[in-house]
């Protein structure tokens, strides 16, 4: 097990150096809010004369809403590799003085939630590892099924582990694989065998950059380039968002199975199938996890999440005097609703805007005196109507029960839930970081006592149907395993033990 965390910047000339720069953290824990939870955000850069730091600062900008929890960035230059991460938003771990100590041609750069670890600076991304053939930097975005197997594969009595992440020993095997003579395609390919779960993959390297997805394509992955196709320079994203806030043009996903190798000034990327399995993207992704102006299947997932409220509408209609959204991703879906219904739509919540997550925990007596961080009625918006408001999912329940207390108190008569997805009753182990069962309200209870327990008048979700109906692609290609526990990765039972499966014993609830 680890026995301390790793720097959180520097060159990374050698993995003995890197080791004796080691040092120990404080574990920072976040309040854990009622609803599934962030994946996490990759993000690369390959490109001569760019200031490839810079622009992966802003591509995880564009990427935050997928892990809040820590960022890094691993910089390429002239043979050596700067690293610079640690805990909070990008806009906390970088600023121009440090961004400016990162010149080079090739960048890899990581948001983290995290799923298999604890949150904990050692446990940040990117994994910078040195091979014979020089270093090689990796971010994940998934996470694995076989993490205790595959740290038995790797833990050949020489690596040192520094964190308790299944990417780390994702980057372990790849290590190895090419100290036992294999190039970098080949030792990727080796590496990922050994590899059972959700995994969408940015890698660095003296020979490149590639991108890799699992076999089913969980998550998503996509690339395109800058200037023109021709420049040879390439950016690799979790999400669309990623290439256009650097004005990057979108080429292409990542296909599930797909490993796709970019060389600097070549214009067109090598692209090998490694893996074939059925498509099964997280339908998640569509619902909730990724920006509204990120595109999937040809369209902006705002046009879908208006779709899913219209299905929703037409499955559920109430009478009622106003639809309102919670902030922000109920908001396109109570649109749709609006659309369907005929009911008029009204911003009858507010967000404040400029709050991230936060490691400072109310007091007892903030709470009982209602403190609200996040989101605040409008009285002069709800009082004497009848509210219909939509969210994208219930997980525990705790936060749409405070939601419909906080409505009534400013004035509405009646309060009715729409939820834009089907109950969450299976916890999700795919790079998703979700309560166990017995925590899920939908797995424990009826529809008929949520209503109660939420103390709203009327409540109803999607259907399983509409949801896969809306989207523009068949119905097989989703991964629905949160609302049927039909899971298309098989696990060991010891899996679903918990999300610290990695760590020494005691670690958690620090």
């Known amino acids: 097990m680890p026995k301390h965390c790793p720097s959180v910047s520097g060159v990374v000339q050698n993995h003995d150096e890197f080791l004796k720069s080691r040092r120990p953290v404080q574990l920072l824990e976040a309040e854990r809010p009622d609803r599934m939870e962030e994946a996490c955000g990759v993000f690369a850069v390959l490109a001569a004369e760019q200031p490839v730091a810079n622009l992966a600062y802003f591509g995880l900008y564009a990427l935050q809403h ?11 230059n002239q043979g050596k590799v700067r690293l610079h991460k640690d805990m909070g938003l990008v806009s906390q771990v970088f600023d121009q003085d440090v961004l400016a100590r990162m010149p080079g041609h090739l960048a890899i750069g990581h948001n983290r939630y995290s799923t298999t670890g604890s949150s904990r600076v050692c446990n ?16 994940h975005n998934g996470n694995l099924v076989n993490a205790s197997e595959l740290r038995h594969a790797v833990d050949d009595g020489q690596a040192e582990f520094t964190s308790t992440t299944d990417s780390e020993l994702i980057a372990f095997a790849l290590q190895q694989a090419v100290d036992r003579g294999l190039d970098w395609q080949a030792a990727i390919r080796a590496a990922l065998d050994l ?46 968002c990623g290439l256009e806030i650097i004005g990057a043009h979108y ?17 067109t990327p090598d692209r090998q199938r490694w893996s074939e399995q059925p498509n099964r993207l997280c339908v998640f992704e569509m619902i909730y996890f990724s920006r509204p102006d990120s595109r999937f299947f040809g369209e902006s997932l705002y046009s879908y999440r208006q779709r899913i409220g219209q299905t929703l509408a037409r499955e559920s209609g109430v009478d009622a005097d106003l639809v309102i959204g919670v902030p922000d991703s109920g908001i396109p879906a109570a649109i749709g609703f609006s659309q369907a219904s005929g009911i008029p739509y009204g911003d009858g919540l507010i967000k404040n805007r400029y709050v991230g997550r936060t490691f ?36 525990r329940g705790t936060t749409s029960r405070k939601l419909v207390v906080a409505l009534r108190e400013a004035g509405a008569t009646e309060v009715h839930m729409r939820i834009s997805s089907p109950p969450v009753t299976h916890p999700c182990f795919y790079g998703i970081d979700t309560d ?50 039909d899971y298309p990765i098989p696990m060991d039972r010891d899996v679903l033990a918990s999300k610290l499966m990695l760590e020494p014993a005691g670690i958690a609830g620090r």
């Not at 009625?377 to 408001?389: A, E, F, T, Y």
């Not at 009826?446 to 896969?468: F, H, N, P, R």
């Open 251 to 267: 080429v292409d996903d990542v296909q599930p199975g797909e490993i796709v190798h970019f060389n600097i000034g070549v214009s």
């Open 124 to 139: 940040a991304q990117p994994v910078v590892l040195m091979t014979r053939l020089g270093a090689f930097a990796l971010a």
């Open 360 to 395: 400072i925990q109310p007091t007892q007596a903030m709470r009982e005196a209602g403190i609200r961080v996040k989101l605040n009625p409008l009285p002069d918006v709800l009082s004497g109507k009848r509210v219909i408001v939509i969210d994208d999912s219930i997980v």
């Open 66 to 76: 997928r892990g809040q929890e820590s960022a890094g960035i691993a910089v390429f």
């Open 195 to 240: 590899c059972k779960g959700a995994f969408s993959l940015v890698i660095g390297t003296p020979s490149g950059l590639f991108a890799i997805r699992d076999g089913h394509g969980i998550r998503p992955l996509v690339f395109g380039f800058l200037g023109d196709q021709d420049s040879g320079q390439w950016v690799v994203s979790s999400e669309s």
């Open 436 to 485: 166990t069962q017995d925590q899920l309200i939908a797995a424990q209870l009826t529809l008929e006592e949520i209503e109660q327990q939420l103390k709203v008048d009327s409540l109803a979700y999607l259907s399983k149907e509409g949801m896969v109906e809306a989207a523009k692609a068949e119905s097989s290609h989703f991964c629905t395993a949160c609302f049927d526990g």
